[in-house]
Nanobody, 127 residues
Framework: QVQLVESGGGLVQAGGSLRLSCAASGRTLSSYDMGWFRQTPGKEREFVATITWNRFSTYYSDSVKGRFTISKDNAKNTVYLQMNSLKPEDTGVYYC????????????????????WGQGTQVTVSS
C-alpha cells in the first residue's frame, strides 16, 4: 500500500511559479511510475505529467509541455512538479498518483492505470 500526500499548492499570479511535492510512505517509489493529474469542477481528471519508475522518461500533456517539469527523488521518496509560466487555465486541484511499474517500458496517461492517489492540492492562478 502506498500513501501519497501532496503539498505546495496555493494562489499565484499568471506568469508565476509553484513547486508541488508528493511525499510517499508505505513503499519506496523506486519501483513506481508516478503521475500528476489535475481536475476542475465539472470536468474529468486530466493528465498533466508522468515519470517512469526508473526515471529514464518523462511525458507531458501538450498544454504544459515546456512549462512544467516532473522529477522523482527516490532517496526522499518524493515526486515533484515544477510549474513555471503559470496560466489561469492551469487552475485546479492537482493530484499525485502511483502505479507499480518496475520493468514495464510503457508510460501511462489514463487515470484508471494508477492505483494510488493523494488527496490533492489546490492551485489557483489569477490573471
Amino acid at each position: 500500500q502506498v500513501q501519497l500526500v501532496e503539498s505546495g499548492g496555493g494562489l499565484v499570479q499568471a506568469g508565476g511559479s509553484l513547486r508541488l511535492s508528493c511525499a510517499a510512505s508505505g513503499r519506496t517509489l523506486s519501483s513506481y511510475d508516478m503521475g500528476w493529474f489535475r481536475q476542475t469542477p465539472g470536468k474529468e481528471r486530466e493528465f498533466v505529467a508522468t515519470i517512469t519508475w526508473n526515471r529514464f522518461s518523462t511525458y507531458y500533456s501538450d498544454s504544459v509541455k515546456g512549462r512544467f517539469t516532473i522529477s522523482k527523488d527516490n532517496a526522499k521518496n518524493t515526486v515533484y512538479l515544477q510549474m513555471n509560466s503559470l496560466k489561469p487555465e492551469d487552475t485546479g486541484v492537482y493530484y499525485c498518483a502511483a502505479r507499480w511499474g518496475k520493468y514495464d517500458s510503457s508510460w501511462y496517461r489514463n487515470s484508471g492505470d494508477y492505483n494510488y492517489w493523494g488527496q490533492g492540492t489546490q492551485v489557483t492562478v489569477s490573471s
